[in-house]
């Protein structure tokens, strides 16, 4: 089975009970319990992985500060010997605070805290076949210089035979790489992507324009994503599901571990409309979706297959099924019947 490492922003997860939808200033509201756990692409994913049965590790920065030093102790116990950890002494922990309401979509307030002094120039890529990096725009070395850090990332672990894979999240109005000319960016980073994953929000956020959540609007982002250079493209449009376009077969030859598939993978269209979720925790969904597609590319699925893979784990997420600990993957004809793909 390939190997795949993940890597780029970690940080503490804490979520509050919440039971009202709408808090306004002033007021004094009643909460349940609160959940504290590892959050980011890094623990997201490599969990999902990790419930898969994927051959995998996980590399991030963490502060010393009391925020740091919890993450630090929640990643160890997660992955163990599968982990490493850069300590970016003198700094604060990365921390982001989740506001979910029963029932309705999540909000996030976010501290980058350590992850703003992860380059990516100490990630080792010699002993894997897939390296994935999750959110750029929330590591501030690797938007800086129009991504510089994260082409020559990309570029050393494509040199060494790596498949690379990238995600992104949603960009706030105060956030200062709002400023940043992201349709330059992405044309220059999706250049060294193989596979990139991101949401319509992330990508309407990063480019300024309202886009709805429709499957042809993600349909339309996703060529776009494999027009400039990107071998995969998954875009997600929440509970409408999600959309996978594939390139030629010149761009996915380059590919080593989609050589041997590349008839069947190029230029291909795949719709993944999954049914109606009763939702419990939307969070993580889009990880969970990400390690789906990672897990079928990586292990040989059939395009449609790795792309109802990634549409199953992202309804499971929604569904609060993965909190539970590892499970045995679902067979194909179970995918199948459970997601529609077209």
Excluded at 54 to 69: E, H, K, P, Q
Aim: glycine content about 10%; aromatic content about 6%.
């Amino acid at each position: 089975m390939p190997r795949i490492q993940v890597v780029g922003s970690a940080c503490l997860d804490i979520e509050p009970e919440l039971r009202e939808a709408i808090i306004t200033p002033g007021g004094l509201y009643e909460t349940g319990p609160l959940k504290v756990r590892c959050g980011g692409p890094v623990s997201n994913v490599g969990r999902v992985l990790d419930i898969m049965g994927a051959d995998f590790s996980v590399a991030a920065t963490v502060g010393t500060d009391v925020a740091g030093r919890i993450l630090r102790g929640l990643l160890t116990k997660l992955f163990g010997a599968r982990l490493k950890l850069l300590t970016a002494n003198g700094v604060s922990g990365a921390y982001t605070i989740i506001i979910q309401p029963d029932g309705v979509d999540r909000s996030y307030w976010h501290y980058p805290g350590a992850n703003e002094k992860f380059t990516g120039a100490d990630v080792d890529t010699s002993q894997t076949d897939l390296l994935h990096l999750g959110y750029p725009t929330l590591l501030p070395s690797l938007i800086a210089d129009g991504g510089a850090s994260l082409q020559k990332l990309f570029a050393r672990a494509q040199q060494q035979g790596v498949a690379t894979s990238l995600d992104l999240s949603y960009i706030s109005p105060q956030s200062a790489a709002r400023g940043l000319d992201w349709k330059e960016y992405l044309k220059r980073v999706c250049a060294v992507s193989d596979i990139v994953s991101p949401s319509i929000d992330d990508l309407a956020s990063a480019l300024g324009v309202a886009a709805e959540r429709t499957l042809e609007t993600a349909q339309d982002y996703a060529r776009w994503l494999v027009a400039i250079g990107a071998g995969i493209a998954m875009v997600t449009a929440g509970d409408q599901g999600l959309v996978v376009v594939t390139a030629g077969r010149d761009r996915l030859s380059r590919v080593p571990i989609l050589a041997p598939h590349t008839g069947a993978y190029a230029n291909r269209v795949v719709l993944v409309r999954p049914r109606k979720l009763a939702i419990s925790n939307t969070s993580c969904a889009g990880d969970a979706a990400t390690a789906g597609l990672l897990y079928g590319v990586s292990s040989g699925l059939e395009i449609s297959e790795s792309a109802a893979l990634a549409g199953q784990l992202g309804s499971l997420q929604i569904l609060g099924h993965l909190e539970s600990g590892p499970m045995q993957v679902v067979d194909r004809a179970a995918l199948i019947s459970e997601i529609f793909v077209e």
